[in-house]
């Protein structure tokens, strides 16, 4: 038996050996079929809750096609099953991180997001499902992975991104070194592999690492495919996604290779880079340049009611739907405003937030934000400052070419630190966890 990071204890670890079997009785088997449910072994104790061998299953059969459709050869059985669980593990710690902040996703959120993706694919949801089906992807396990990349994007938002501050001298000091890149070399799309270290390795484990990756490099350098070396032998996260990072502003991509992603030719491979997780292989897969354009600004205003120990989510959400009615009724917006909103700075202007360039404000009010025609009024959402009800005013396009470049440093710069600052909160997510790995060939 494997065990990893016992931090603290669990002191009902010894209730789980049954659980398999309570679960297949709770959900209505036979006690025929519940003998057969209790084999579902468990693989791993993550806090108080457990992944058992089905979800590895089905999350192999989730990631299988995803990894065809990319051309990602899939690599041997078990480190494809160390990959899967590792996810499954970051997956799992998010969701009751999520849980214990009351992030959630409601049915409305998660339709519209699958509406949206069936969009994009020139497909209704019925036909995007038979498509799905037809790959041999289960519709409800793409659904739950779909509610699931909403959460934590929602989590992670919250917890690291919305906290990131770009001052103005941060942004005058990247122009000054970078303006001229952002304009030959605007966005680089990387691939990456990753040969992990422990935290305080001995020398034999840095040689064994570095010899590894060196061997890897030559390999790829000869024209060995990249997206299958990832999935076979990457410890990084993206393996299953043959290594790929995806598309990155020039200005954002993480510090230990931004150097790379300026110098880097389009297809090269770089020498193994060292670092405290271990060894990495970057390759600099695509370039794309442009130069800023317009700048769109859009006019809003907004009502915001923070919650604590006094209001609840639901307290905020209810007085900004009941306010909401009020104002399609025909009541001033400002004056309710001024009247209810905690946002004391805006309240005195009517909620009136003025023009707001792209990059602004926080995610999740952007979002919501850029769905409004002029004068429509939002439903009550969520972001990291509270509930907030939103009217856009109007909108306009700005010939500034400044304007553009200084938003485009902001959200690179915004990029970048949001990637180091989500890999150090996953770690530390981790660490802080009771992590137990069940099965020695699922050793992580």
Request: aromatic share 4%; charged share 25%; net charge negative.
């Amino acid at each position: 038996m494997g065990t990893t990071r016992t931090n603290r204890p669990a002191p009902w670890a010894g209730l789980l050996g049954g659980l398999a079997l309570a679960l297949a009785l709770a959900l209505g088997a036979t006690p025929a079929t519940a003998a057969v449910e209790a084999l579902d072994a468990i693989v791993a104790v993550v806090n108080d809750d457990v992944i058992v061998q089905s979800e590895v299953e089905r999350e192999i059969e989730l990631v299988l096609p995803q990894m065809q459709r990319a051309g990602t050869a899939a690599p041997p059985r078990p480190q494809l099953e160390k990959q899967v669980l590792d996810r499954l593990i970051l997956k799992r710690l998010q969701r009751q991180q999520a849980r214990a902040l009351g992030i959630e996703v409601d049915e409305a959120t998660l339709n519209e997001a699958l509406g949206d993706i069936a969009a994009r694919n020139g497909l209704t949801i019925a036909e995007l499902q038979a498509t799905l089906e037809t790959g041999g992807i289960d519709f409800a396990d793409f659904r739950a992975d779909t509610r699931d990349q909403i959460l934590t994007s929602r989590l992670q938002n919250q917890e690291v991104v919305s906290k990131i501050r770009i001052t103005d001298q941060e942004i005058d000091r990247f122009l000054e070194r970078e303006s001229s890149l952002l304009i030959e070399r605007e966005r680089v799309r990387l691939q990456h592999i990753l040969i992990a270290l422990p935290e305080q390795p001995d020398a034999e484990q840095v040689a064994r690492a570095e010899r590894k990756a060196k061997q890897l490099v030559v390999k790829l350098r000869g024209g060995a495919d990249f997206a299958a070396l990832a999935a076979r032998d990457s410890d990084g996260r993206n393996a299953l996604q043959g290594g790929d990072l995806g598309w990155f502003e020039i200005g954002a991509t993480p510090t230990l290779v931004a150097d790379l992603a300026l110098t880097l030719n389009e297809g090269e491979i770089s020498d193994p880079i060292r670092s405290s997780s271990g060894y990495h292989i970057i390759k600099l897969s695509q370039i794309e340049g442009a130069k800023p354009g317009n700048l769109q600004q859009t006019h809003v205003r907004h009502i915001l009611i923070r919650t604590n120990e006094l209001v609840s989510d639901a307290d905020a959400k209810r007085r900004l739907s009941v306010l909401r009615q009020r104002i399609l009724g025909g009541d001033d917006f400002a004056l309710l405003a001024r009247a209810n909103s905690d946002d004391t700075g805006s309240a005195l202007r009517g909620g009136d937030l003025g023009w707001v360039n792209p990059g602004d404000t926080v995610p999740a009010f952007e979002e919501v934000m850029d769905k409004l025609g002029p004068e429509q009024l939002s439903a009550p959402f969520q972001s990291p400052f509270g509930w907030h009800l939103v009217q856009v005013l109007e909108r306009r396009t700005q010939d500034s070419a400044e304007g553009a470049m200084r938003i485009k440093a902001r959200e690179a710069l915004q990029q970048r630190k949001a990637e180091e600052a989500i890999e150090q909160w996953l770690r530390q997510l981790r660490d802080e966890a009771y992590i137990e790995i069940r099965l020695d060939d699922l050793e992580p």
